[in-house]
């Protein structure tokens, strides 16, 4: 790849390697320890903190999509300098800052999948990294940890999930309903929770009806309509913080604009890597067998 792209300013990674004398492979390497970009099966993608630190999407028609940088990331890289130019911070930090504990924070950024509990500590997760989560261990102990841009403590999905912990409704909670597209008001509107669950969660149909039921009487600890964690304004079905797996129920397959919703939320969840579970009609006949054996395939073992 050329060393010029369309600003003077701005290098591919490619040639950013070139000029810090180092091989593609390992500017990449620390690109992604810096929490600036992310992999994606065979592509690297701009996290939140690599756009705020410049990186920028081109295309070509030789190369496709690629990032480029500006020059100004060199001196930053130079000499094995890893640090992302903004303070990064830990759980205890930001525990200080909203006033809770750090174990708290820690089961705040459980619960939305950023972070996964290790044997001891924790370590990113792939979503984790495409917010500017860095994995990081203790010099003394080894015990794994996470390091987060500051900006974190701004991000407006973990803003609201801290003041849910603490029973708090924030006014962007509360606006979140206004924010929803058209297709989304409508299905709302269409299909109202008139079903009341054993635990009782009102659910839109008798087939989320059946799901929940089984869910509560499996003991499976579960959320009903639970917001996905990104900027995106969709819902799931059902999320079950234990396997950070969520759980989709189609049904109505003979409603036009409910199909189009129902390929749009499946993007969605293929964009982030989501753990989801699927079910039709065709499963609700046999739940007993159904859930249990895909539930075990991310870890959750029921009676």
């Not at 756009?51 to 295309?59: A, F, L």
């Not at 499946?266 to 539930?295: A, M, Q, V, W």
């Amino acid at each position: 790849m050329s060393d010029k792209c369309d600003s003077d300013k701005e290098v591919s990674t490619t040639a950013l390697a070139i000029k810090l004398g180092k091989s593609s492979q390992v500017l990449f390497r620390q690109l992604a320890e810096m929490g600036l970009i992310v992999r994606n099966v065979n592509t690297w993608d701009l996290t939140s903190t690599g756009k705020q630190k410049g990186g920028v999407y081109k295309t070509s028609e030789k190369y496709g999509k690629y990032i480029v940088w500006p020059t100004s990331l060199i001196d930053e890289l130079s000499d094995g300098n890893s640090d992302t130019g903004e303070h990064l911070v830990t759980a205890t930090t930001i525990g200080k800052h909203f006033e809770i504990p750090a174990n708290r924070i820690n089961s705040v950024l459980s619960e939305l999948g950023w972070i996964k509990k290790h044997i001891k500590g924790w370590q990113v997760t792939e979503l984790g990294k495409r917010l500017g989560g860095i994995q990081a261990k203790d010099k003394i102990s080894g015990v794994p940890y996470v390091r987060w841009a500051e900006s974190i403590m701004s991000n407006k999905i973990f803003v609201i999930n801290i003041h849910e912990s603490q029973g708090d409704t924030p006014a962007t909670s509360q606006d979140q309903a206004q924010n929803a597209s058209a297709d989304e008001v409508e299905f709302r509107d269409k299909f109202q929770p008139k079903h009341r669950a054993t635990d009782g969660h009102r659910v839109r149909s008798k087939g989320e009806l059946l799901i929940d039921n089984w869910l509560y009487l499996s003991e499976v600890l579960h959320a009903y309509e639970r917001k996905l964690p990104i900027e995106e304004d969709v819902y799931s079905d059902f999320y079950i913080p234990g396997g950070k797996v969520y759980i989709e129920y189609w049904g109505y397959d003979d409603d036009s604009k409910y199909l189009s919703r129902k390929e749009k939320k499946r993007g969605i969840y293929k964009k982030y890597h989501f753990n989801l579970i699927e079910l039709t009609d065709k499963e609700l006949k046999n739940l007993d067998d159904t859930l249990p054996r895909l539930l075990l395939e991310f870890g959750i073992k029921t009676e």
